[in-house]
């Protein structure tokens, strides 16, 4: 694929998000888009049980980080709906810099009431149609790690 990955500007608002009594890295990790992520780097998130492929709304597979819900399954797929804090989400904020969290996050636009939106291109219905694009990869890693609960 030649397409550019979607550059998001770092929008944090730690005032905000520090006041946030339900937030999404509380309920609902984010979701990476397969343009941030090298299959390397995706296998070694997998096997240190940091991310799972989530079957959305059972149309598209997603790469989001592990939560108490999900942390410790056998496979590196799931259908459950992911609630739950994100393994990531510490004390003080995010222990991911900007640059590296998922495109989901990224796109959060902080807003007081727990109301926040996200950036045009980085909802989990934007980034499930780019997973869609990148079956191959998915597979490759259903592969890698003998996991036969892949299914397309």
């Not at 003080?92 to 996050?105: T, Y």
Request: proline share 5%; net charge positive.
């Amino acid at each position: 694929m030649s397409k550019q990955p979607l550059i998001v500007q770092n929008n944090e608002d730690k005032k905000v998000c520090n006041n946030c009594t339900d937030c999404c890295c509380e309920n609902i990790p984010g979701a990476w888009s397969p343009y941030q992520l090298t299959l390397l780097e995706i296998s070694k998130l997998i096997e240190r049980k940091e991310a799972i492929f989530w079957h959305v709304y059972e149309k598209w597979y997603i790469l989001r980080p592990v939560n108490f819900a999900t942390e410790n399954y056998d496979s590196i797929f799931t259908k459950d709906y992911p609630r739950g804090k994100c393994c990531f989400l510490l004390l003080k904020g995010c222990r991911l810099s900007f640059e590296n969290r998922p495109l989901e996050c990224q796109g959060v636009i902080p807003t007081i009431g727990n109301s926040c939106k996200s950036s045009p291109g980085t909802t989990l219905e934007d980034i499930g149609k780019m997973w869609n694009l990148y079956k191959i990869r998915i597979r490759k890693l259903a592969k890698i790690f003998d996991d036969d609960h892949y299914a397309l």
